[in-house]
């Protein structure tokens, strides 16, 4: 064998095994709670982006980042930050963040932080969070910011948003641990605020009182009846809307569906009743008047509401004017006689009953079921009678 081949084969064997000696070295391991974003020096590719696993990067062609996936946070203690009336207010808040996991975001944290470690990135991140917060609590009061601290942090986050997407970031959390003032400003919010959550307090057991059964129409009047929202909160009186001004038309076709438990009749007998009862603008131009000037300035959802109100009220009032016998002697009087109970109040806001369908009655005693079998005997001896 010429000496020329034996230095060839010799000299590839030597290589073969410094390829497999540097092979592993050129692997690179990715943890789960990080990510690789791996571009070539020609820049030309779509960069690639790994979350977990061990990955190829072949020196003078490859290129990467790895990015810490883990939540960051960057506390502010008590810097001084002027609200829209120019008080001085004392904020101490904690901001989470993270690098958001879309494939974009990934890339375009990977260009801003590259070479960086996490205490490099909290401190840029700081400068954002920062100047968002003085701008935000510049827009609103001390008020507003005590009295609903959540559409304060709605607000920061969203003028949050755009900033950390061009870092590629993201608000996790936003943590608002102390708010204070050396004006008494502060103090005087936090009691008015009190006040108010006492007077909301004070409606909501009068309103579940009133209406045990409907928390739709409860949360709605809650909010009619309950002191403004502090965004209105001014020194100048609210000028309301006269109610003739905003005219409603009142619904012709409203269909409910109750399923009523343990109704109680005139003998005190629980009923279980499924009925499905319609509702709609009355026939009558007088009641229709009235009840557009009743109505005047509620929105359809708040009419739908009312009516479904009258209805459930006034047939429980109907049920208890009745006893089993009355229900099983004349299904079509009780209809009857529901109809009238509920047409009464539904007058008064333009209304009126246009079917009652009785789906279903039952009792867990066997009331009804012993009334049916004694009103089909007493049937039975008239007939033989006859």
Same mark, same amino acid.
């Given at each position: 064998?010429?000496?020329?081949?034996?230095?060839?084969?010799?000299?590839?064997?030597?290589?073969? !095994?410094?390829?497999?000696?540097?092979?592993?070295?050129?692997y690179?391991?990715?943890? @789960?709670?990080?990510?690789?974003?791996?571009?070539?020096?020609?820049?030309?590719?779509?960069?690639?982006?790994?979350?977990?696993?061990?990955?190829?990067?072949?020196?003078?062609?490859h290129?990467?980042?790895?990015?810490?996936?883990?939540?960051?946070?960057?506390?502010?203690?008590?810097?001084?930050?002027?609200?829209?009336?120019?008080?001085?207010?004392?904020?101490?808040?904690?901001?989470?963040?993270?690098?958001?996991?879309?494939?974009?975001?990934?890339?375009?944290?990977?260009?801003?932080?590259?070479?960086r470690?996490?205490?490099?990135?909290?401190e840029?991140?700081?400068?954002?969070?920062?100047?968002?917060?003085?701008?935000?609590?510049s827009?609103?009061s001390?008020?507003q910011?005590? !009295?609903?601290?959540?559409?304060?942090?709605?607000?920061?986050?969203?003028?949050?948003?755009?900033?950390? @997407?061009?870092?590629?970031?993201?608000?996790?959390?936003?943590?608002?641990?102390?708010?204070?003032?050396? @004006?008494?400003h502060?103090?005087?919010?936090?009691?008015?605020?009190?006040?108010?959550?006492?007077?909301?307090?004070?409606?909501?057991?009068?309103?579940?009182?009133?209406?045990?059964?409907?928390?739709?129409?409860?949360?709605?009047?809650?909010?009619?009846?309950s002191?403004?929202?502090?965004?209105?909160?001014?020194?100048?009186?609210?000028?309301?809307?006269?109610?003739?001004?905003?005219?409603?038309?009142?619904?012709?076709?409203?269909?409910?569906?109750?399923?009523?438990?343990?109704?109680?009749?005139?003998?005190?007998?629980?009923?279980?009743?499924?009925?499905?009862?319609?509702? !709609?603008?009355?026939?009558?131009?007088?009641?229709?008047?009235?009840?557009?000037?009743?109505?005047? !300035?509620?929105?359809?959802?708040?009419?739908?509401?009312?009516?479904?109100?009258?209805?459930?009220?006034?047939?429980?009032?109907?049920?208890?004017?009745?006893?089993?016998?009355?229900?099983?002697?004349?299904?079509?009087?009780?209809?009857?006689?529901?109809?009238?109970?509920?047409?009464?109040?539904?007058?008064?806001?333009?209304?009126?009953?246009?079917?009652?369908?009785?789906?279903?009655?039952?009792?867990?005693?066997?009331?009804?079921?012993?009334?049916?079998?004694?009103?089909?005997?007493?049937?039975?001896?008239?007939?033989?009678?006859?």
């Amino acid at each position: 064998m010429e000496p020329w081949v034996i230095i060839t084969l010799f000299g590839a064997v030597v290589l073969f !095994g410094i390829a497999l000696l540097l092979l592993p070295s050129l692997y690179v391991t990715v943890p @789960s709670s990080e990510v690789m974003v791996r571009t070539t020096r020609a820049a030309k590719d779509e960069p690639s982006i790994f979350k977990e696993g061990r990955i190829l990067v072949i020196p003078l062609y490859h290129r990467y980042s790895i990015l810490d996936m883990h939540p960051m946070k960057v506390l502010f203690n008590h810097p001084t930050f002027l609200d829209q009336n120019n008080i001085r207010l004392k904020i101490k808040i904690l901001f989470t963040f993270a690098i958001s996991e879309e494939h974009e975001s990934i890339v375009i944290a990977a260009r801003r932080f590259a070479g960086r470690n996490s205490s490099q990135i909290e401190e840029m991140a700081s400068e954002i969070f920062l100047g968002e917060l003085r701008n935000t609590v510049s827009v609103m009061s001390v008020e507003q910011i005590i !009295g609903n601290r959540d559409s304060f942090i709605d607000l920061l986050s969203r003028n949050l948003g755009l900033e950390l @997407s061009n870092f590629g970031l993201y608000l996790v959390n936003c943590t608002i641990a102390e708010i204070s003032d050396d @004006s008494g400003h502060v103090e005087a919010a936090i009691a008015k605020k009190q006040d108010r959550d006492t007077e909301r307090d004070k409606v909501q057991r009068e309103l579940s009182d009133r209406y045990p059964h409907n928390p739709e129409l409860r949360a709605l009047l809650q909010r009619k009846l309950s002191l403004e929202p502090l965004e209105n909160d001014t020194n100048e009186p609210q000028h309301s809307t006269s109610k003739q001004e905003n005219p409603v038309e009142i619904p012709p076709h409203i269909y409910f569906k109750f399923d009523f438990k343990d109704m109680p009749t005139r003998q005190d007998i629980l009923l279980n009743i499924k009925i499905n009862i319609a509702v !709609g603008a009355s026939s009558d131009q007088q009641f229709l008047q009235n009840g557009t000037k009743a109505l005047s !300035g509620r929105s359809p959802l708040e009419i739908e509401q009312i009516a479904r109100e009258m209805v459930s009220q006034d047939f429980s009032s109907a049920i208890r004017m009745t006893t089993i016998e009355d229900i099983n002697r004349s299904r079509e009087w009780f209809l009857s006689h529901c109809s009238d109970i509920i047409d009464e109040k539904l007058n008064d806001i333009g209304m009126g009953i246009r079917f009652i369908q009785v789906v279903d009655i039952t009792d867990d005693s066997g009331w009804i079921e012993r009334a049916g079998a004694r009103a089909l005997a007493d049937a039975l001896k008239n007939q033989e009678r006859e």
